[in-house]
């Protein structure tokens, strides 16, 4: 889909601060996953790349959940005593 | 009686040298252990950095995502392209665009129907080949079409960045050296999700 020109991935510069607004779009770019896609599709992905790219990312995405929730489980707050073992 | 004379020799030879060593003061480096340690500390250390940015600055960096919530006046909206900047409404703001890739950067001055006025390259700057594209010779060709626009008695634009290289960064840095006010910065990179099929890949 099109996007009207100069109102999508566009930022404005503030006080003359051209690095820190280049600093916001790129990393807006960066975040969508646009900058990736673009610099994937300069070359053909042969099949088997494309089959190892999605393994290793299914891999990752399933390590990055538990990862999170063992976080979660060691950060969490709800405990009648916050720190077990103290006296 | 000829080894022994081979000998002696040899003896004077080493102990010349090793008072030339002397001499210069050079000590003898035993780097293994200091090394070893070393990369210890790096891989903590690049375990505390941030990641690095493949192309361009500020691209991995996601932590500073509050700012994007609290600043909504560095978006445009719906008024945008009536906003004046310099009495001139945003809309019919001269174009700066700037075509960056790995091997060159061309930028052009467009009016707001997007007319080509001023073009100026890497190439046409003086740097040829493989300086082309680096971002120093970006910067440079930046700096003369920024003063060429002034003198055209231009001074307000707004920028639309196209590719990623080296020259991304510099080019709009150089544009704003030489004395022009950048409104804002857009990005136009063509990036599709179901492309044709792109060419085959380099071989290493």
């Known amino acids: ?87 | 009686m000829f080894s022994k004379q081979i000998i002696s020799t040899f003896q004077k030879f080493t102990s010349a040298q090793s008072g030339l060593i002397a001499n210069h003061n050079v000590r003898s480096l035993f780097l293994t252990s200091q090394r070893q340690r070393e990369v210890v500390d790096r891989r903590e250390m690049l375990r505390s950095v941030p990641k690095l940015d493949e192309g361009s600055a500020g691209e991995k960096a996601f932590e500073v995502d509050a700012l994007i919530h609290q600043k909504t006046d560095i978006f445009p909206d719906a008024d945008t392209p009536n906003r004046l900047f310099n009495g001139i409404p945003f809309k019919n703001l001269p174009i700066m665009n700037i075509r960056v890739s790995p091997n060159n950067t061309i930028i052009t001055m467009t009016d707001d129907k997007g007319a080509v006025k001023l073009l100026r390259s890497c190439g046409i700057e003086g740097f040829k080949n493989t300086r082309k594209g680096t971002n120093i010779a970006a910067q440079a060709t930046a700096i003369t079409i920024g003063t060429k626009v002034l003198e055209r008695g231009i001074k307000t634009v707004r920028v639309r960045v196209r590719g990623l290289g080296p020259g991304r960064m510099s080019a709009i840095k150089g544009l704003q050296m030489s004395g022009l006010e950048i409104v804002s910065i857009t990005d136009s990179t063509p990036v599709s999700w179901n492309p044709p099929r792109p060419r085959k890949a380099k071989k290493l």
């Open chain 1, 1 to 87: 889909m099109r996007h009207a020109s100069f109102i999508a991935r566009t930022v404005f510069v503030q006080n003359n601060d051209v690095e820190a607004a280049c600093r916001v779009l790129n990393r807006i770019l960066g975040r969508e996953g646009i900058l990736e896609q673009y610099r994937r599709t300069r070359f053909f992905e042969k099949p088997f790349q494309f089959r190892r790219r999605i393994n290793f990312e299914k891999c990752k995405a399933i390590y990055n959940e538990d990862m999170d929730r063992k976080i979660q489980f060691v950060l969490r707050k709800n405990r009648t005593e916050p720190f077990p073992g103290n006296p």
